[in-house]
């Protein structure tokens, strides 16, 4: 079956079966390797992309319910040369160790400061908490997020609750 | 008589009539404080411990634990008719908890609603039920929570509409609704059957829920088990009415009441989940006694003929449905995002689901829950293994959403169509 | 300096990228001698891989590659080594390729594992980076006609006086340098260093913080299909019945093999091949036997289980009298749960086999699919590409086996298997149960007067090698059989890992009790049994410490000989305000240390936790750790690795145990087997490294598992003023807690 997609602001037509999870479209009709299968179930955060605005978890989006509305992933956020803020402030961290959860983190957090620009520490931490990460950087992760949104919001981040 | 004298009289006794009534309402409104304990006494070790089983059964950690490092601190908000009120620190702080309260003023929250400096307690503290406790195990939660490490959290102010915030009022409440008579076994069932109705009314609470409540917020006992509704979920019938669409065995709900699960019924979601986390941590004869208890009611049920008792993949809508777009709609939906979950029967792991048909959610009569379980899934508490569901609020539009729960209700659970159903979702996400 | 004059006469004439080798044989610039270094051996693994040119190839056009026989793990390796390499060869980092493990192009290192990767690796870089600098300094001498000393270095290009200059591709011509190392370049001191010892930022991160290709998962070969394999519901099961026909026919699939217990699909798409295999399950009828002993006690289990008791420490003599103290400590099983599960891919192309995985030793795998798949190791060549964090032995080596399997199966196009999360979770090859028990005597001054030590492990080590440790090849018709678990000897240690503990200990006896079968299949899990054997010794030292009525630091530092050792211990102490500390009601603090493998890097952590006895919740406030790694090449790869072990620890301490019943595995997915998430990470955690600069490289990744569990538990036991001594401390266990 043929569905349109608008994926990081680009329309596409891909052809799969209607049950395909977003994840398998994105990384492979797509290419796209941001989104990463960590459990296909939902419990990890692995394959976090945004779908209008929300951060979802698209190993359980199937492609058939997404429709008009926009899906961002982190490619569209910034590329290796020409980071976004957030992707900056992780790479000023050096927030990552195997890294394979970091694409998915970006996301969730990017979602966050979309509506919240200056999130307490606890906020933050409660925000992620759908999102897993085995290696143990979530000091990192926390600090990356706190410097991006130091330099999105106005007023300063505010500090550890 | 004269007429000025036939006035002066009218007017004497209409003041009489009005301090008459100010009396009664003072006496129905105002309660006096009670002194702090300046010596807390020293609880017998085996004491505290009946106290924890005893708290377990009431759960009183599923309202007054928010978060699980801060066990009994407060914080959690009930929304009710009248407005949302917060749960208190029931930890022995001295400034923001019961610190320093006696046991008398303990007893006089638990079974009057009465707070130690005199304020009335909003019912949504279910005080009406535990009015019928045993002293002993009043004595035993005084026990229990005057040994928990006290925490400071001042309590959250309540955001009530008017004029319920005028605390007060719940005096005419407490008129029409608290009855202070002890809890009478009933002599024709057995010692576990009784023991079940003490633990279920006075402890558990469970007619708190799933007994419907008045136009003034108290229960409405003529429609005792009928159902009721608790943070925006429908709670199911436990009597005749049950939506159950399977039968309950004792043994099944005995393990539900547990685990928060049990065989061909579906998982504990919403309010039920903190039920089932507490009542594990009860002595396990005492949920046994309630499962007897609430299956005695369950019992009553008449069998019904529903699809669950065939479950496996929903089928396609008829060609001829007279919903045919929407129902093809939520048939897509369903076997695109659920199938591949709730098709596969629930196993150990949580990829595996129990098949819809058997979902009472589905049978109740209104579609709260169903709608609370697409969008929010069932999550496990912090850090413990337990069955997980994602939640897909983010995922489905509302479009999707109503045709989802149309389709289900009749594919899934066979019954009629739920009347407000679009209302629902739409009011529904917040 | 002689003249360099090629021999044509012994000019060797392998081409390799149009680089041609040059064997110098006349006049070498220094004696090649028996290419001994200072200890009899050359340096790191040089000693198995002596020729330069497997380490560093430099092109006519001054691009330089280095080569590792060590993997990318997400563990900064690669960034460490290029910057190790830079230092030495004194070229810009950003202007070095590096090439990891590939069996077709660089050294074979074993497994990168063990923490083993700067000692090895790192040493073996560094020294043949110097060489190559100093052939080519001599050689631009002689081009030059000037002294060494005369000349300038920067980035790869010598300058003459004169304005006279030439890079290192001009000077060497494309020739290779294939010359033995001997370990006796000069190193650059270090006090001149400008790249190795810096925060260098990693390589790797750019790419995986955009979404560029960066894993095995991420590969897409031209034609590549997609396959999934249908596992037994338990490796006791039996297959009854598998109706393929019906599978074989659903949209998209291209192939349904059978081998004995052995099913898997081949699909033209990824989604295509995760249904067909669903339907493959639910085609397949199973005979599940009783086979587990179950995880209802775990500890009485390891008990019951045959162990050979293998001394490995007798010390001084029993003392008698004093004041006794006994503890038994248990471990559950674990999982390395690795947040992707594993993947690779295979090609069979005209009896090649070219496999992509992210096992950790690319050499050891191919023999082990060479005796699997029943060809010439010639015939295959695995290529190390990044996966997701392992922390051990994971599956990788088993999904390259599937790959190179269904590849057999499938000749001509790449095969992509990747496992699912309940296979990862449930066939990955498992962290031990394991069990201490311990003794020991308090002398009247307050020390340990002896000291008895058991602990009780299966295998820690079941890594390929041998066909029979693949689990495709344990289900095939021609079925093989894993090798007997073998115990790793000390000082590395397998389930006896830093089981003797660092201390001074006159009267000590430390008795590994090995035992070849478990339930489970077992291997490495990221500090294999110095997890286990830390958490005891660091619980019971406390313990002892209360018993002699001491402080815990005091306690310890009564016990240290090593400089090293006291240096990190009074740092942490120190910057964690040990002696200042106040308990807090529901607060407790707690210390732990040790030195890895008691020959690798010194952690010592302390750290406070808040617990709530009613819910079982365990909140870690604050963990400060102090190490010393020896020569710091990558400051903040050290403090990753530090602070990445100690959450991983903490995960493990707090929530982690795998159940089973008496048929199947329980816990196949997060659900079942919770991992730490961000509400339970420390508010503040700090690592301060104590650099030693000239001492050798000592690795970090698997330091600071063991000190972590200790710090946690003996923190616990002061805030809930009990101790437990059981892992993991979860929420069950803590409010039942006595």
Not at chain 3, 329 to 354: E, F, K, M
Not at chain 3, 542 to 547: I, K, N, R, S, V
Request: aromatic content about 8%.
């Amino acid at each position: 079956m043929s569905f349109e997609l608008q994926v990081n602001g680009k329309r596409h037509t891909v052809d799969t079966d209607p049950d395909t999870p977003l994840l398998y479209v994105l990384r492979n009709e797509l290419a796209l390797n941001g989104a990463k299968f960590g459990c296909g179930l939902g419990q990890c955060g692995a394959c976090t992309v945004m779908l209008d605005g929300a951060p979802v978890m698209s190993c359980i989006v199937p492609v058939s319910v997404v429709g008009a509305r926009p899906v961002r992933t982190v490619e569209g956020l910034g590329t290796a040369a020409q980071p976004g803020v957030l992707q900056q402030a992780f790479i000023d961290e050096q927030a990552a160790q195997c890294g394979y959860c970091i694409a998915g983190m970006i996301m969730r957090a990017q979602a966050l400061l979309d509506q919240h620009p200056a999130p307490t520490d606890e906020q933050i931490r409660r925000h992620m908490m759908p999102n897993l990460c085995r290696c143990g950087t979530h000091m990192r992760i926390l600090r990356a997020v706190r410097r991006a949104a130091g330099r999105l919001g106005k007023g300063q981040a505010k500090g550890p609750a | 008589m004269t007429g000025i004298g036939r006035r002066r009289r009218f007017w004497r006794w209409l003041l009489l009539g009005a301090a008459l009534l100010g009396i009664a309402a003072v006496a129905v409104m105002w309660r006096p404080a009670l002194a702090p304990a300046t010596v807390m006494p020293r609880f017998e070790p085996g004491l505290v411990e009946r106290g924890a089983r005893v708290a377990a059964l009431g759960s009183c950690a599923a309202c007054h634990t928010v978060d699980p490092a801060r066990p009994f601190a407060g914080g959690f908000p009930i929304e009710t008719p009248f407005g949302t009120v917060y749960s208190t620190n029931i930890t022995p702080d001295a400034r923001t908890g019961i610190g320093g309260w006696s046991e008398e003023a303990f007893t006089r929250a638990m079974r009057n609603g009465v707070s130690r400096d005199g304020h009335l307690l909003y019912p949504a503290f279910p005080y009406n039920h535990y009015a019928r406790l045993g002293q002993d195990d009043v004595r035993a939660l005084y026990a229990y929570f005057m040994s928990r490490p006290p925490l400071a959290a001042a309590a959250r102010a309540n955001d009530m509409t008017f004029p319920f915030g005028f605390r007060p009022l719940v005096g005419f409440w407490n008129l029409l609704y608290l009855d202070g008579a002890p809890f009478r076994p009933d002599p024709k069932q057995s010692a576990q059957w009784n023991r079940g109705a003490y633990v279920a009314d006075a402890l558990a609470h469970c007619s708190a829920c799933h007994t419907p409540r008045t136009a003034l917020g108290g229960p409405d006992d003529k429609r005792f088990f009928d159902g009721g509704e608790a943070e925006d979920w429908y709670v199911p019938a436990l009597n005749a009415k049950s939506p159950s669409p399977l039968p309950w065995t004792r043994e099944h709900l005995a393990a539900y009441l547990r685990t928060g699960i049990a065989p061909g019924h579906a998982a504990a979601g919403g309010p039920m989940q903190g039920v089932a986390e507490n009542l594990r941590l009860a002595d396990p004869a005492d949920v046994e006694a309630l499962a007897t208890y609430i299956h005695s009611y369950l019992v009553q049920a008449p069998a019904r003929a529903t699809p669950a008792t065939r479950p496996g993949s929903l089928p396609a809508p008829k060609a001829d449905d007279p919903d045919l777009d929407r129902m093809r709609l939520g048939h897509q939906v369903y076997a695109n995002a659920c199938a591949r979950c709730h098709d596969a029967g629930r196993a150990e792991s949580s990829g595996t689901a129990l098949p819809l048909q058997q979902a009472v959610a589905l049978y109740d009569p209104d579609p709260r829950s169903l709608l609370h379980l697409v969008r929010e899934g069932i999550a496990p508490p912090d850090g413990e293994p337990a069955r997980w569901m994602p939640g897909f609020g983010a995922i489905l539009t509302d479009e999707q959403t109503v045709a989802l729960a149309a389709y289900l209700r009749r594919y899934g659970a066979a019954q009629a169509d739920w009347p407000d159903l679009a209302d629902r979702v739409r009011k529904g996400k917040q | 300096m002689s003249a360099l004059l090629p021999n044509p006469g012994r000019r060797g004439l392998l081409r390799a990228g149009g680089a041609l080798t040059l064997a110098f044989a006349m006049h070498p610039a220094w004696p090649q001698g028996d290419g001994k270094g200072k200890d009899g051996g050359l340096p790191g693994s040089l000693a198995k891989e002596p020729y330069l040119d497997a380490w560093i190839r430099i092109d006519a056009d001054n691009a330089v590659t280095v080569f590792t026989g060590k993997a990318e793990l997400g563990q900064g390796i690669k960034t460490a080594l290029l910057q190790v390499a830079a230092e030495e060869l004194q070229v810009h980092p950003g202007r070095i390729r590096l090439v990891t493990a590939d069996t077709a192009r660089t050294p074979n290192e074993g497994y990168t594992a063990g923490s083993h990767s700067m000692q090895d690796s790192g040493t073996a870089l560094r020294h043949a980076a110097a060489q190559v600098r100093f052939i080519l300094a001599g050689m631009a001498a002689e081009r030059f006609a000037v002294a060494e000393q005369d000349l300038a270095l920067r980035d790869g290009v010598f300058d003459a006086p004169g304005g006279r200059r030439a890079s290192y591709g001009e000077l060497l011509a494309g020739r290779r340098l294939h010359l033995r190392a001997d370990g006796k370049a000069p190193l650059r001191p270090r006090a001149a260093h400008t790249v190795s010892g810096k925060a260098l930022r990693r390589v790797d991160i750019p790419a995986k913080i955009s979404g560029g290709s960066a894993y095995v998962q991420d590969l897409r070969l031209p034609g590549m299909v997609h396959a999934r394999v249908v596992r037994p519901p338990s490796q006791a099961a039996q297959l009854l019945s598998a109706d393929t026909a019906g599978v074989a026919r659903l949209p998209g699939v291209l192939k349904v093999v059978r081998d004995g217990r052995y099913l898997a699909v081949i699909a033209d798409g990824e989604y295509r091949a995760v249904k067909a295999a669903t339907a493959l399950a639910r085609a397949a009828r199973w005979n599940l036997p009783a086979s587990l002993p179950g995880t209802r006690d775990v500890p009485a289990e390891v008990r019951a289980r045959p162990a050979q008791a293998m001394p490995i420490l007798e010390r001084g003599a029993n003392q008698p009298g004093g004041r006794t103290v006994s503890a038994t400590y248990t471990r559950p099983w674990q999982l390395h749960a690795s947040i992707g599960p594993s993947c690779a891919l295979a090609q069979l192309v005209d009896g090649q086999y070219t496999v992509w995985t992210h096992s950790q030793g690319v050499y050891p795998l191919r023999e082990a699919l060479a005796e699997l798949l029943g060809v010439d190791k010639k015939t295959i060549r695995c290529i190390h590409v990044e996966g997701s964090g392992c922390y051990g032995h994971n599956a990788a080596d088993d999904v390259a086996a599937d790959a190179a399997l269904l590849a057999r199966s499938y000749p001509g196009r790449p095969v992509r298997v990747q496992w699912m999360r309940e296979e990862e979770h449930a066939w990955e090859p498992i962290g031990p149960a394991m069990l201490v028990e311990a003794h020991a005597t308090l002398g009247a001054d307050g020390r340990i007067a002896s000291w008895d030590y058991a602990v009780t492990s299966p295998s820690h080590n079941n890594r390929p090698g041998k066909a029979g440790n693949l689990l495709a090849a344990t289900h095939l018709a021609r079925a093989f059989t894993p090798p007997p678990g073998k115990p790793i000897p000390q000082p590395e240690g397998g389930g006896d890992r830093n089981a003797i503990p660092y201390y001074a200990l006159p009267n000590a006896r430390v008795i590994h009790r090995f035992q070849q079968d478990a339930p489970l299949r077992t291997s490495a899990l990221r500090s294999l049994g110095a997890y286990c054997n830390v958490f005891a010794i660091e619980s019971f030292m406390d313990e002892l410490a209360q018993a002699a009525h001491a402080d815990p630091v005091a306690f310890r530092l009564r016990h240290l000989d090593d400089p090293r050792a006291i240096d990190v211990v009074e740092l942490a102490a120190a910057k964690f305000g040990w002696n200042s500390y106040k308990a807090a009601a529901r607060r407790g603090r707690g210390f732990a240390f040790a030195r890895y493998k008691n020959l690798a890097a010194y952690c010592a952590i302390a750290l406070e936790v808040e617990v709530a006895r009613e819910t079982g919740f365990v909140r870690i406030l604050r963990a400060v750790a102090a190490v010393d790694c020896g020569e710091i090449v990558n400051p903040d790869g050290v403090r990753n690795q530090i602070e990445g072990g100690i959450i991983q620890s903490a995960s493990w301490t707090l929530l982690e145990q795998v159940r089973f019943d008496e048929r199947r595995v329980q816990t196949v997915d997060w659900a079942g087997y919770p991992i730490l998430r961000f509400n339970q990470v420390p508010r503040q955690l700090e690592v301060h490294l104590i650099d030693r600069p000239g001492a050798p490289y000592l690795g970090t990744g698997e330091a600071s598992q063991g000190p972590a569990a200790a710090a946690l538990a003996n923190a616990v036991a002061q805030a809930a003023g009990v101790r437990v001594r059981d892992l993991p401390l979860d929420r069950a266990r803590m409010r039942a807690a006595k």
